[in-house]
């Protein structure tokens, strides 16, 4: 009679292994929430496609807003859309060279001249709305409160080019949606408010972005965490005190870390956000 060849058991790091891997499927397989401003953002951009429009979008810091662009550029180049999606830095919002390089180089374009670099960036933004079959283009710039007028000019003048589009539906345009805070801190340490005066007479949308409420907090809370009623407590907890988005999903990638392989438990929660406030 045959046997079955023996298995060596598995180490205990391999098992480690295993359970870290499962633990990590599980934290991927959080479910988005159409959080208010994904839905606001959602419904703007949709509208900018539709006209080739130039749109603004602000709010406070932390409640979800470059998370909603990411999903909205996946979601609508999974549609065909065209979407070129920036974050704006300091060492870009005050040069549109530097801005324009750095778009193309992250999509492996290099050119040493700034003309060659002009005709390269029209070329990626520019989309035909109104073509045989239609290919419409969005430009969407996050993190981009402290943009200053050499870009914000630079950006005018691309988007002026598609008003015969716009106008007759003869020629190539695009969309545009710039995204961000409220307020910033200038170089000089300065709480400034954001201010896109270049752009203000060509704006078609405007959108201001509120903190999610209580409720909502409480539902983004329980996408996080829904497998451990404690755990999930003191992460709605501490959601609703900081009022924030972005405290929830880094308190609850801190307790995961600090969980290792095993489900986050409410002392991972609650030792994460010790960890964050400083106590």
């Known amino acids: 009679m045959n046997e079955r060849p023996a298995v060596a058991p598995a180490s205990l790091s391999e098992c480690h292994q295993t359970l870290a891997k499962d633990h990590d499927n599980m934290r991927e397989t959080i479910q988005p929430i159409d959080t208010t401003v994904y839905t606001t953002l959602d419904w ?6 539709k006209t080739a429009g130039l749109g603004i979008a602000r709010g406070p810091v932390g409640i979800g807003k470059s998370y909603s662009i990411n999903r909205l550029h996946d979601e609508l180049e999974a549609e065909g859309v065209k979407v070129i999606l920036a974050t704006c830095a300091p060492s870009t919002e005050g040069s549109y060279q530097a801005f324009v390089k750095t778009i193309l180089a992250e999509r492996n374009v290099y050119h040493t001249g700034i003309v060659d670099c002009m005709e390269a960036f029209e070329t990626l933004i520019m989309g035909n709305p109104h073509g045989y079959i239609p290919q419409p283009s969005i430009l969407i710039v996050d993190e981009c409160q402290g943009m200053r007028a050499p870009v914000l000019t630079m950006l005018r003048q691309l988007w002026d080019i598609g008003d015969p589009a716009r106008l007759n539906g003869k020629g190539t345009a695009f969309a545009m949606l710039l995204c961000g805070n409220n307020t910033f801190l200038n170089r000089s340490g300065i709480v400034r408010e954001m201010d896109l005066h270049p752009l203000r007479d060509r704006l078609t949308m405007k959108v201001r972005l509120d903190a999610p409420d209580t409720a ?12 451990d009623a404690n755990a999930l407590a003191e992460l709605r907890k501490y959601g609703r005190k900081r009022s924030n988005v972005r405290a929830i999903a880094q308190a609850y990638r801190m307790a ?5 392989a095993a489900p986050v438990s409410a002392q991972n929660v609650r030792d994460a956000i010790k960890m964050m406030e400083g106590v």
């Open 216 to 227: 909502e907090l409480d539902s983004i809370a329980q996408s996080f965490c829904p497998h």
């Open 256 to 260: 995961g870390t600090l969980s290792g």
């Open 44 to 49: 703007q951009v949709r509208n900018l496609l």
